[in-house]
Nanobody, 124 residues
Framework: QVQLVESGGGLVQAGGSLRLSCAAS????????MGWFRQAPGKEREFVAA????????YYADSVKGRFTISRDNAKNTVYLRMNSLKPEDMAVYYC?????????????????WGQGTQVTVSS
């Protein structure tokens, strides 16, 4: 079993930056693809970014491309999401997820493990 714990959320002004972390425990996720999703109040959970097992391939939603960067440190069993130029529309609860395959997927239903989420609030 894999446990995922997100951290790094908080309140930031529009245009600011945050770095989210997702620490995995229970077993290594070094061979798993990892993803970040977000859910704003009243909206469905949406894909943000994903990374393959090695970190060599990354994928982004169009809405965050060029502003967000996903990365991973397999030695630390941790995945990161660097968020720059934050906008009010980025405000949401951000979730980390792991899928047992090494290839990432954009579909939330494909992921096997989920964290509890971390709140990101962007003030205008």
């Amino acid at each position: 079993q894999v446990q995922l714990v997100e951290s790094g959320g908080g309140l930031v002004q529009a245009g600011g930056s945050l770095r989210l972390s997702c620490a995995a425990s229970g077993r290594t996720v070094s061979m798993y693809a990892m993803g970040w999703f977000r859910q704003a109040p009243g909206k469905e959970r949406e894909f943000v970014a994903a990374i393959n097992w090695s970190g060599g391939s990354t994928y982004y939603a169009d809405s965050v491309k060029g502003r967000f960067t996903i990365s991973r440190d397999n030695a630390k069993n941790t995945v990161y999401l660097r968020m720059n130029s934050l906008k009010p529309e980025d405000m949401a609860v951000y979730y980390c997820a792991a899928v047992r395959t090494g290839s990432p997927t954009l579909r939330a239903n494909d992921y096997d493990y989920w964290g509890q989420g971390t709140q990101v609030t962007v003030s205008s």
